[in-house]
């Protein structure tokens, strides 16, 4: 079935089993990762950002290390994520094993069929895409060293979710698909928040101090709202709406899957930017990291 290799190791994050170690050590040794468990009582789902790790890699390790820290042992990972419009087909990876820095993640195949035939009981066409087919995806392959190091012997099942209603039915269906299957899920759920500036071709508020103020304390928090509420549409609509979300759907199979898991409510645990007010750029991105407790 072959392994899907890596694509950003070395650029987006370190390439090297001792480089990518350390930097996980170094998120890890931050008192505020500490105390996250110290919050939770059974920590089962989270949101994660995506960009390169100098910018979001500690905010994704906060939600990796919750819910490594909590009370059940995880059998399996899924992670939502790829950025995809409303009308995208949704798909999932379906290979051997996932490279990592840190080692290949096996990705359970039968929790993957199982997940595309309940899907289909529920009007959702799942394509499979073997590793040669499957999109290179910073979304996705980011988390991967994470996976690895805090759940070195869980398997991985890898989604692509569209912000559309396809986005709770997935959700949904894998916990129900894991159910059948005797499976233990972490969830997570792949997004970055309001991508701003010209680049991006949104500028509502203009530029500097004034736009970022509007991203992090309007857009952006707007979209936390809803996550932490695990309102699966008001995710959707928050993103596709007010683009303050580039990965809603994953957002939202991850709320719901959280939902089903018994989740009663969601903690933000971080807000980041890349935006430096003594650099000010146009151009800038929103990132938080959410858990979901049940």
């Keep these: 079935m072959g392994v899907k290799k890596m694509a950003f190791a070395g650029s987006w994050y370190p390439g090297s089993v001792d480089q990518c170690r350390s930097a996980i050590q170094e998120f890890t040794d931050d008192p505020e990762i500490g105390a996250d468990a110290k919050k939770l009582d059974n920590p089962v789902a989270g949101i994660v950002p995506h960009a ?3 910018y979001s890699g500690k905010l994704a390790c906060r939600v990796f290390s919750a819910l490594a820290h909590g009370k059940r042992v995880v059998d399996s990972i899924v992670l939502f994520g ?16 996932a490279d990592t820095p840190l080692g290949a993640i096996e990705i359970d195949r039968e929790l993957t069929h199982a997940l595309v035939r309940r899907a289909g ?21 980011l988390q991967y060293p994470f996976i690895k190091y805090f759940f070195p012997h869980a398997r991985l099942v890898v989604c692509a979710v569209p912000p559309s209603d396809t986005a709770r039915a997935l ?5 129900e698909a894991a159910k059948d299957l005797g499976r233990s899920l972490a969830v997570v759920g792949s997004t970055d928040m309001t991508h701003y500036g010209p680049r991006f071709g949104f500028e509502p508020a203009g530029a500097g101090l004034a736009a970022f103020d509007w991203v992090s304390k309007e857009n952006d928090t707007a979209a936390i ?11 959707v609509h928050q993103g596709l709406s007010r683009q303050n979300m580039c990965c ?9 899957a959280a939902k089903k898991m018994g989740a009663v409510k969601g903690i933000c645990l971080d807000y980041a930017s890349s935006f430096d007010p003594l650099q000010p750029a146009d151009d800038f991105v929103g990132y938080c990291s959410v858990i979901f407790d049940a």
Aim: charge should be negative; aromatic fraction near 4%; proline fraction near 3%.
């Design 52 to 54: 390169g790790w100098i």
């Design 82 to 97: 790829v950025h995809m419009h409303a009308a995208s087909p949704a798909f999932v990876l379906d290979c051997t094993a």
């Design 121 to 141: 009981t529920e009007g959702v066409n799942l394509e499979q895409l073997g590793h040669n087919r499957f999109p290179e995806e910073n979304t996705l392959e």
């Design 171 to 175: 959700g949904a269906a894998v916990v």
């Design 225 to 235: 709202e809803a996550l932490t509420a695990m309102d699966e549409k008001q995710i």
């Design 248 to 256: 809603a759907g994953a957002a939202c199979a991850a709320a719901a």
